[in-house]
Nanobody, 124 residues
Framework: QAQLVESGGGLVQAGDSLRLSCVVS????????MAWFRQAPAKERELVAA????????YYTDSVRGRFIISRDNAANTVYLQMNSLKPEDTAIYYC?????????????????WGQGTQVTVSS
């Protein structure tokens, strides 16, 4: 069974940077797409960025494009989310997710495996 373990969250000031990590233990043979979601209080979980292990596709939601970078280290079974120029509206719990599907869906229900989440808090 695959397990996703996230780390790297914390409390930072606006304009600072953080790098989130997601280690996939027992990576499934058919794992294809990795994604980062976030969920703020009283809001729906939303897709932030997604990538494929083979690097043939990448997606960013409009609010983070140009500030966040999703990357991967296949040998380490690890996906990263580099977050630059952080804003208070980026405050949320960030989750890593995985699926065998090649499509980078915006729907959380599309993904089969999830991490526990890591809190990112950005102060003004």
């Amino acid at each position: 069974q695959a397990q996703l373990v996230e780390s790297g969250g914390g409390l930072v000031q606006a304009g600072d940077s953080l790098r989130l990590s997601c280690v996939v233990s027992g990576r499934p043979f058919d794992s294809y797409t990795m994604a980062w979601f976030r969920q703020a209080p009283a809001k729906e979980r939303e897709l932030v960025a997604a990538t494929t292990w083979n690097g043939d596709n990448t997606y960013y939601t409009d609010s983070v494009r140009g500030r966040f970078i999703i990357s991967r280290d296949n040998a380490a079974n690890t996906v990263y989310l580099q977050m630059n120029s952080l804003k208070p509206e980026d405050t949320a719990i960030y989750y890593c997710a995985e699926t065998s599907n090649v499509i980078m869906s915006y729907s959380a229900s599309y993904y089969r495996t999830w991490g526990q989440g890591t809190q990112v808090t950005v102060s003004s």
